[in-house]
C-alpha cells in the first residue's frame, strides 16, 4: 500500500464515523448507542445447535453518517485469519446498518454477509426491556432479531424467521455476548 492509498483509507474512515449520536436523536429514541465498542461472544446456536462446539466470534459497532446511523460488523470464527479453509456455513463476516428515521420513529436496519449473500431488511423498535428489529429475509420469509437481557456489559441476542407453516417460529441463531474491556 502507497502513502496516497493511506490518506484515502484515512479520510474514509473519518468521514465514514462519527464520535457520538446526532443531535436531533432524542436520547429516549438512541436505542443502539449502548452497543458502542467491542464485543466477544459464544455461539450457541448458527443455523444448527452448536451449544457443545464451543464456537467463539466477535462483534465492533460504531457511530456512522454523522452520528445518526449504527454499524457493526459480526464475525465468527474471531480473528479473519481462522476463516481459511471454512466453509460459508461455519463463519459468518457480515455488516448491519442501523439507520434512525425520524418520520417512522424507529430504526431502518439492514443486514448483509457478502460471502453468504444474506440480505435481510427490519424496523427496530423498544418493546418493554428488549430490542426487537422485525422483518424479512431477501425470500420474503418473516424474521425477528431480539437484543434480550440487556446489561451494561452483556446481551443475549437471538434471530428467528417464520417457518412455512406460517405458525412456528424457528430458531436461526443464538449468541450470548460480553463487553470487551
Known amino acids: ?11 474514509f474512515h473519518t468521514a465514514l464515523s462519527a464520535p457520538a449520536r ?8 438512541d436505542l443502539y448507542g449502548w452497543l458502542i465498542g467491542s464485543w466477544d ?9 452448536l451449544g457443545n462446539a464451543r464456537r467463539r466470534g466477535e462483534i465492533h459497532f460504531g457511530w456512522v453518517l454523522e452520528g445518526r446511523a449504527v454499524q457493526d460488523v459480526w464475525i465468527m470464527p474471531p480473528c479473519r ?9 461455519d463463519t459468518m463476516y457480515g455488516t448491519t446498518l442501523r439507520v434512525w428515521d425520524p418520520a417512522l420513529r424507529a430504526w431502518r436496519v439492514t443486514y448483509m454477509n457478502p460471502l453468504t449473500g444474506q440480505r435481510d431488511e427490519l424496523i427496530g423498535r ?8 422485525i422483518g424479512t429475509h431477501a425470500n420474503g420469509t418473516p424474521i ?3 437484543f434480550t437481557d440487556i446489561t ?6 437471538t434471530g428467528v424467521a ?6 412456528t417460529w424457528t430458531l436461526e441463531a443464538e449468541f450470548h455476548a460480553r463487553r470487551r474491556r
Do not use: K
Open 81 to 89: 485469519e481462522h476463516h481459511a479453509g471454512l466453509t460459508a456455513a
Open 1 to 11: 500500500m502507497n502513502m496516497l492509498d493511506d490518506t484515502v483509507d484515512c479520510r
Open 162 to 167: 417464520l417457518a412455512q407453516d406460517g405458525v
Open 144 to 146: 425477528r432479531w431480539n
Open 41 to 49: 461472544m459464544d455461539v450457541l446456536h448458527y443455523r444448527v445447535d
Open 152 to 157: 451494561r456489559d452483556s446481551f443475549r441476542w
Open 22 to 29: 446526532a443531535a436531533d436523536i432524542d436520547a429516549a429514541d
Open 126 to 133: 423498544r418493546i418493554g426491556d428488549d430490542l426487537v428489529q
